[in-house]
C-alpha cells in the first residue's frame, strides 16, 4: 500500500466515521415514516432492493442483503400486511418466488425515497462531476474489496 498522507489510521478512523454518521443520517431522514408503518430499517432496505430489482427473488433478496431466511421471512410478512408487496411463482420453476411492490408498495418507497434522495440529491448538487465520480469510484471499491 502506498504511504499517502490520508491513508494513516487517524484520517481512515475519520472516514469510517463519516461513513457510520451518514448511513445514520440518510436513515434517520426516513425514520418517521417508517415509524407511521411500525416497520424499520431491515424493511426499508427491501423495500429499496424490490424498487430497483422488479421481481427479484427470494434467493437473491437474501443475497444483497445478508441475513437469514427467517429475518428475511419477518419483513417480507410485515410487508405483505401493508400490502406493499406481492409474490408471483417463477413460470418455469413454481419453488421460485419472484417479489414485487404493490401499488402501495410504490407509494411507501416513494414516500420514503424522497426524504432520503433530498440529502444525497444536494450533496451531489453541491460537488463538481469529478467529485461524484471519484465518490462513486470509491464506494464501489469498498463494496467489493477491491484492492
Same mark, same amino acid.
Given at each position: 500500500?502506498?504511504?499517502?498522507?490520508?491513508? /494513516?489510521?487517524?484520517? &481512515? /478512523?475519520?472516514?469510517?466515521? /463519516?461513513?457510520?454518521?451518514?448511513? $445514520?443520517?440518510?436513515?434517520?431522514?426516513?425514520?418517521?415514516?417508517?415509524?407511521?408503518?411500525?416497520?424499520?430499517?431491515?424493511?426499508?432496505?427491501? =423495500?429499496? %432492493?424490490?424498487?430497483?430489482?422488479?421481481? =427479484?427473488?427470494?434467493?437473491?433478496? %437474501?443475497?444483497? &442483503?445478508?441475513?437469514?431466511?427467517?429475518?428475511?421471512? $419477518?419483513?417480507?410478512?410485515?410487508?405483505?400486511?401493508?400490502?406493499?408487496?406481492?409474490?408471483?411463482?417463477?413460470?418455469?420453476?413454481?419453488?421460485?418466488?419472484?417479489?414485487? &411492490?404493490?401499488?402501495?408498495?410504490?407509494? &411507501?418507497?416513494?414516500?420514503?425515497?424522497?426524504?432520503?434522495?433530498?440529502? =444525497?440529491?444536494?450533496?451531489?448538487?453541491?460537488?463538481?462531476?469529478?467529485?461524484? #465520480?471519484?465518490?462513486?469510484?470509491? %464506494?464501489?471499491? #469498498?463494496?467489493?474489496?477491491?484492492?
Amino acid at each position: 500500500m502506498k504511504k499517502n498522507l490520508y491513508l /494513516k489510521d487517524q484520517e &481512515l /478512523k475519520q472516514y469510517i466515521e /463519516k461513513i457510520f454518521i451518514g448511513y $445514520r443520517e440518510t436513515v434517520s431522514d426516513a425514520k418517521k415514516i417508517l415509524d407511521k408503518y411500525s416497520i424499520g430499517v431491515a424493511h426499508n432496505k427491501a =423495500i429499496h %432492493l424490490i424498487s430497483l430489482y422488479e421481481g =427479484i427473488t427470494i434467493s437473491e433478496l %437474501l443475497k444483497k &442483503l445478508k441475513i437469514t431466511k427467517q429475518s428475511l421471512n $419477518r419483513v417480507l410478512k410485515d410487508l405483505i400486511k401493508l400490502n406493499a408487496i406481492k409474490y408471483k411463482k417463477n413460470e418455469t420453476d413454481t419453488r421460485i418466488k419472484h417479489v414485487f &411492490l404493490t401499488e402501495d408498495g410504490i407509494r &411507501l418507497f416513494n414516500e420514503i425515497f424522497s426524504r432520503q434522495k433530498s440529502r =444525497i440529491y444536494k450533496a451531489f448538487v453541491n460537488s463538481d462531476h469529478k467529485e461524484v #465520480i471519484s465518490f462513486d469510484n470509491v %464506494l464501489k471499491k #469498498i463494496i467489493n474489496g477491491k484492492i
